[in-house]
Nanobody, 118 residues
Framework: QVQLVESGGGLVQPGGSLTLSCQASRNIFARQPMGWYRRAPGKAREWVATITGGGTTNSADSVKGRFTISRDNDKNTVYLQMNNLKPEDTAVYYC????????????WGPGTQVTVSS
């Protein structure tokens, strides 16, 4: 069974921090590359960050130096530590496996809302 459950979102002031968590079913997580994605109001979903099964990371230029992706392979969980949040980071955040054609993935979890506002 495919399962993705994101949590940890909320309302935060600019400059604040949040840590998102994503519990994935083993058939998705299975030491494969995982990614965080987001969809801002009125915009298409975009890629945020990726982590391989071995821990190599990459992130979008817009979040580089502010967001850190990590994973716990024993818990089938991937995290996104977000620092120095900006209003433009406001979005629904999702996790999923990472493949080059991630935008064609059929199953997505409910996501978690992050709102950055004063």
């Amino acid at each position: 069974q495919v399962q993705l459950v994101e949590s940890g979102g909320g309302l935060v002031q600019p400059g604040g921090s949040l840590t998102l968590s994503c519990q994935a079913s083993r058939n998705i997580f299975a030491r494969q590359p995982m990614g965080w994605y987001r969809r801002a109001p009125g915009k298409a979903r975009e890629w945020v960050a990726t982590i391989t099964g071995g821990g190599t990371t990459n992130s979008a230029d817009s979040v580089k130096g502010r967001f850190t992706i990590s994973r716990d392979n024993d818990k089938n969980t991937v995290y996104l530590q977000m620092n120095n949040l900006k209003p433009e980071d406001t979005a629904v955040y999702y996790c999923n496996q990472y493949i080059k054609t991630w935008y064609s993935l059929k199953y997505w979890g409910p996501g978690t809302q992050v709102t950055v506002s004063s």
